[in-house]
């Protein structure tokens, strides 16, 4: 007598049909983590992972920010699990990068926003990234200049107005994150901004924005009306 599938196989592939069909429309977040799982964990129930995991961090979202290191310490994931994971996050990043250059960045802030909080938004150490700009407010090139401590990246004006230079760009968005979590600029922030605008202007390059990223939100210089800075 043939032995029986294990009841999780039958489950696995109602789960991809769903998703065929429907897309993610009516999947809650563990069941969409689960599918996923099911590539990365071939023989295993996946679902109390999931939920694990959800619970954990707290949200998908939480999930992806998850470091290797914290998602190897939850049961049942392994190396092959946890790279799938942060390779979503990854293909993310580069998915939003993409639909982000070239676009008029002052008619799609909101594009920018999604792309940055992406990167930044669950790093443990504090980085500051630039966003160079054509004379069209379209998207050239972008890099993350320095990382730091948790809760500081020595930021020198020069290397930014080095690199716009390099870039052929003629303007410029700042971003940086705070890994405390909380979204509102510091009086370092201000100072640093004040400080790479002036240097900016000296060469006829604008500072559109610095956007500054939180766990929950961010903060927008240009929105919040503080640029320039006086």
Sequence with gaps: MMAEKPHYLGHRERLRERFRKSGSEGFHDYELLELLLTYGIPRRDVKPIAKTLI??????????????????????????????????????????????????????????????????????????????LNTKNEVLHYEIIQEGTIDRAVVFPRRIIESALAQHASGLILVH?????????????????????????????????????????????MENRLLPIP
């Design 177 to 221: 994150n705070h890994p405390s979590g909380h979204h509102s600029p510091s009086e370092d922030d201000k100072t640093l901004t004040r400080s790479i605008i002036g240097a900016a202007k000296t060469l006829d390059l604008r500072v559109l924005d610095h956007i500054v990223v939180g766990k929950d939100g961010h903060f927008s210089f």
């Design 55 to 132: 619970k954990r961090f707290g949200s998908f979202s939480g999930v992806l920010d998850a470091s290797e290191k914290e998602l190897l310490e939850v049961a049942g994931m392994g190396p092959l699990s946890s790279i799938l994971i942060r390779l979503v996050k990854e293909l993310c990043w580069i998915y939003l990068g993409e639909k982000m250059r070239g676009r008029d960045v002052l008619s799609s802030p909101q594009a920018v926003v999604n792309f940055v909080r992406m990167r930044l938004s669950g790093l443990p150490y504090e980085a500051f990234m630039v966003i160079y």
